[in-house]
């Protein structure tokens, strides 16, 4: 079984800096031969989830949503299954808890959560003076 774990997050001020990761643990063999796809999405109280970032581990091809693209960075680090998300100059509205998710293979639409297979517990990030 396949497991996520995220971690990381917590109480940053306006403007400061924060790096999540998501940790995978029991991938099966399809994975391995397929490579896989982690995305990252968030939720804020009383909002719809919505997606945030994407990457794939075959050639490390990524996607960002517009209200974060060129202040988030993804990266991976396939030997340890790992998936980052380092998020700079945060903003109020970036408060929310923050979701991964693993999909077999690359996906089309990597920022559409039903095209995954698991997701994790998420981490709490709070943007805050």
Not at 44 to 55: D, F, L, M, T, Y
Not at 60 to 80: E, H, L, Q
Request: a negative charge; one cysteine or more; aromatic letters at 14%.
């Amino acid at each position: 079984q396949l497991q996520l774990v995220e971690s990381g997050g917590g109480l940053v001020q306006p403007g400061g800096s924060l790096t999540i990761s998501c940790a995978a643990s029991g991938f099966t063999w399809e994975y391995y031969n397929s490579g896989w796809t982690i995305g990252w999405f968030r939720q804020a109280p009383g909002k719809e989830r919505e997606g945030v970032s994407c990457i794939s581990s075959n050639d490390g091809s990524n996607w960002y949503s517009d209200s974060v693209r060129g202040r988030f960075t993804i990266s991976r680090n396939n030997a340890k299954n790992t998936v980052y998300l380092q998020m700079n100059n945060l903003k109020p509205d970036d408060t929310a808890v923050y979701y991964c998710a693993a999909a077999r293979g690359d996906i089309s639409w990597c920022w559409d959560y039903d095209e995954y297979d698991y997701g994790g517990q998420g981490t709490q990030v709070t943007v805050s003076s």
